[in-house]
């Protein structure tokens, strides 16, 4: 609760690291636990009130630590248990809450129950805490026609101990990323008990990964898509009632567990990363007695069009109104292109990994475009989640040297998909060159920062009141500080079809013009902010305002 005993998870404003990006403290070029102590006092004057922290623990990194070879260490390189406590602490010193990233769908290969499931025989019990199969025809063929999200078959045969090729087993991402089978009582007593060790150290949430894919049909029957249905076969999609590995409603089972676990321990939550299509299928997730929240993909995934976003904005805030639950609104992650980036397009809807190419891009429109959502998002009621960066308006890296990219869809799709790293490239924090701040001078950063990011670092844009660094300090301050944005209460105002105004609260009031034509903002109220300089009390193309409703 908060000092005004509302549950803090339901209007927070909560900003995601990318940990290998954000700030390396030990000059190894790779982001760690030392460079976020180092720049909590930034997100503090930044206004945002909790961090989400992606994962953090010993893995391989096939996929950026979202493959997990210990659930309860710190990857040497972003540091240790000690650290991680000495992080919680700092932050919440600072009034800071961390929620950590839990991958409970598949393991690391490298995870010690696979590495004893590989070495163990068909059938076994070390064996059954994954989904492993025999195939079809003689066992040469994959059990069945699902793909992994990363491109090629979900399935990849072993060698069994003796040495003959054998089972297969599921992976709906890299085959580096065993599925485990949350059928089995051992996989579900493990979580659990990895979540009270977590709590027990202080992380005050979970985001949890893939949290729409755990539970499978039993049967895993064929999907039967086509690859020209699939759209390259890259991701399937999760629009049927009957998909047998993403929305199975065995899966709420597992959650109203974990809620049981979490409501232990003071004022801890969870937020699902559950791609469910319509929002609807969203609000099972947040009942009270499974999950607090979870990701509003569609509210990402729309386009900037004014009828799209308001019709999601309806469905979201009527689904999980129904079910009690605050809606989470997000522009950009880890795993899409920057919306600054995406807004500037001739086609502005997210396309997927699956789908994702290089297109023309008028940045100066993405950026206008990118303010004006900021405002959009932070005055509708619920949380949000803003991603690293795009405070400092960055931008999609597209220029990447093929040899640089490490997102397995790139080698996954033969190089025809060029997968996430342009929006994982280090945070500019100072400086007229690389690294610009993200590590000591002369240490080399993960991924290559463009030259051009100098008048985008944190250091860069401080003192500059036109910058997005500063309208984001602007509107996280201005949130905190009216008491409308404190109300639940949401209502539509009338307005022509391209511009969306709206009350929220008591008396706190948005519109965003997406239209050519200028929108003349009401004559009474005090116009709080707007998302560029306003001209009179008239909004202009792609840009937004809040105001007052009365004087
Ligand atoms: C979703 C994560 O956000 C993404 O980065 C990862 O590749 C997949 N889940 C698989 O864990």
């Known amino acids: 609760m908060t000092a005004t005993g ?18 390396d403290g030990n000059g190894d070029g790779v982001g760690d636990i030392d460079g976020i102590r180092s720049r909590l006092p930034y997100l503090v004057a930044l206004g945002v009130d909790a961090i989400w922290i992606t994962p953090w623990y010993p893995s391989p990194l096939v996929d950026g630590g979202y493959d997990v ?8 390189s972003f540091g240790t248990l000690a650290d991680a406590k000495a992080l919680l602490d700092d932050a919440h010193g600072l009034g800071l809450r961390v929620i950590a990233d839990i991958v409970p769908n598949h393991t690391s290969d490298r995870h010690a129950w696979f590495v004893e499931a590989l070495a163990a025989e068909p059938g076994s019990p070390a064996r059954s805490r994954y989904l492993f199969r025999d195939g079809p025809d003689g066992g040469s063929a994959p059990p069945n026609d699902w793909r992994s999200a990363f491109g090629g078959p979900a399935w990849t045969r072993v060698t069994e101990p003796d040495g003959r090729p054998g089972q297969w087993y599921l992976h709906l991402f890299a085959p580096e990323q065993p599925d485990l089978d949350w059928i089995n009582p051992e996989v579900r007593a493990e979580f659990e008990s990895i979540l009270r060790f977590w709590f027990e150290l202080g992380v005050d949430g979970f985001r949890i990964d893939v949290a729409s894919a755990l539970a499978k049909s039993p049967a895993l029957p ?13 991701l399937m999609p ?4 009957d998909h047998p590995h993403w929305d199975v409603e065995a899966v709420h089972d597992i959650y109203r567990d974990w809620r049981e676990i979490g409501d232990g321990y003071d004022g801890r939550m969870f937020v699902a990363e559950a791609i469910v299509g319509p929002p609807d299928r969203l609000a099972p997730y947040v009942r009270r007695d499974t999950l607090h929240t979870a990701f509003n993909f569609a509210f990402m995934h729309a386009p900037w069009d004014a009828a799209a976003l308001r019709s999601v904005i309806d469905d979201t805030l009527g689904a999980l109104g ?16 920057r919306h600054l980036t995406r807004y500037g397009r001739a086609d502005t809807r997210v396309q997927g990994l699956a789908r994702e190419r290089v297109q023309p891009v008028d940045l100066e429109l993405g950026e206008r475009r990118a303010r004006a959502a900021l405002l959009l ?15 400092l308006g960055l931008r999609q890296v597209e220029n990447l040297p093929d040899d640089a990219l490490q997102d397995p869809a790139w080698t996954r799709s033969g190089g025809d998909v060029r997968g996430r790293d342009g929006c994982r490239v280090p945070i500019p924090w100072s400086g007229q060159e690389p690294p610009f701040g993200f590590g000591p001078p002369g240490s080399t950063p993960w991924l290559p920062q463009p030259a051009e990011w100098r008048v985008f670092t944190a250091e860069a844009e401080a003192d500059d009141p036109g910058s997005m660094l500063a309208l984001y ?3 996280l301050r201005t949130r ?5 944005f404190a109300g639940e209460p949401f209502r539509w105002l009338d307005a022509p079809g391209d511009v969306l105004h709206f009350e929220r609260g008591a008396g706190l009031r948005c519109a965003v013009n997406f239209a050519a034509e200028p929108f003349a903002l009401p004559v009474e109220g005090r116009v709080l902010l707007a998302s560029t300089p306003l001209a009179g009390r008239v909004l202009e193309q792609d840009t937004a305002a809040w105001f007052t409703a009365g004087a």
């Open 6 to 23: 509302r549950e803090w998870w339901r209007d927070a404003v909560v900003y995601q690291i990318y940990i290998r990006s954000f700030a």
């Open 69 to 76: 070879a210990d659930y309860r260490d710190i990857h040497p």
């Open 222 to 234: 064929d999907l039967g898509y086509s690859d020209a249905e699939n759209g390259g076969a890259m």
């Open 238 to 241: 999760w629009d049927r009632d």
């Open 322 to 337: 129904a079910v009690g639950a605050p809606a989470i609104w997000l522009l950009s992650s880890h795993d899409e292109t």
């Open 377 to 391: 998002m932070l005055a509708l009621p619920g949380g949000a989640y803003l991603y690293q960066g795009e405070e």
């Open 473 to 475: 300090r602007e509107a």
């Open 480 to 484: 905190r500080d009216q008491p409308g």
